[in-house]
């Protein structure tokens, strides 16, 4: 297993000097005997573990190499989990270890990570290239990016490749000041980088999210008190209300489910508060999104439930129901419900679903 890693390593360094000069490629292969001994292995804990290694050795990238197979979340089975996120891939070669010689699974191997790279390196899904997605991976072309992903690579990879904030003589001393210069310098890439995880198909990965959700939602429709309450509260000052909600709600589920100690450093370093901004920027994201939903359904159930009766539990008799703010109101009562639901989540489940990439 050793040997087949460092294998891998050198021969992805060479690719990536030959393909990309313009940067300098440094591969460090380290031997570690402190990863989770559970199996099949868990990616989440890998991953963190990974993080949690780049962050103290200085990298920029890391891959986790294992022997032993994963833990598969939403899928049947899974050989690599990269985490655009935290900068770190998990590669399993238990699976590719059955393959028929050594160089088909050299060759395995270093497709695969060739993949869970081009993830890092902000590569979407191309079946003419490696980036093909894949339910085994064997030594079957294409195992190489294409020349317009190594173009697309090396853009990437020039926007960070300044020198790190703690690196420089402008850092700032406070963590508020180095939280505001991370974001004034890298806002825009930081908002791309939330806007890629997708966060809006995060609800579909979350049972008692959902559930809490949707049975509260039904409650209120059929709850008089409801009504008679939206009724009583301004349309502006709902406005600021749903702000609050969903702030409320996103810091309710951040500390919640324990996703302040990911990108955990003893020092304040570029790499760690980016991965907490992306992370915190993800999930808000995601209950924006979800209010939205939640406010379709909403309005278009409003639609079909008869006016006078809505009229009747709002105490609005012989005026029509404002359909706009009712819906912005069961959408903010939902989403309260939804933090209650999140929070009952396993913590691992739903740091997966922010974390993960993919598997594949």
Known sequence: MHRTARKAAKELEQSLQRDLPEFQWIFRVLSRHDLPRETPQDPLALLEFGSDIKIEYGFDFLLV???????????????????????????????????????????????????????????????????????????REPLDWSEEEKQRMADFLQDIADPRLEETATAGKTEWKFYCQVLAGDGLALAREILFFRSWLMMLHLGRFTAATAVSVIFLFLSAEAWELGAAIQSDWLNGIVAVILLLATISLYFGQNLQAVGRSDKMMEQA??????????????????????????FAVIHLMPDSVLAGWAGLDGQSVPAFHFARLMATFGILASALGGNLEEEHDLKAVLIYTEET
């Open 65 to 139: 190499l294992t022997s032993v197979p994963l833990l598969a979340r939403f899928d049947q089975a899974t050989s690599g989990v990269p985490s655009t996120m935290l900068e770190t891939g998990v590669v399993s070669m238990a699976r590719l270890l059955d393959l028929d010689n050594l160089d088909a699974t050299h060759k395995a191997v270093l497709g695969l990570c060739r993949h869970i790279l081009g993830h890092l390196f902000n590569l979407d899904h191309n079946d003419a290239s490696v980036m093909r997605p894949r339910e085994f991976w064997t030594d």
């Open 273 to 298: 508060v980016r991965s907490r901004i992306i992370l915190f920027g993800t999930l808000l994201v995601g209950m924006i999104s979800f209010w939205i939903n939640l406010f379709l359904i909403s």
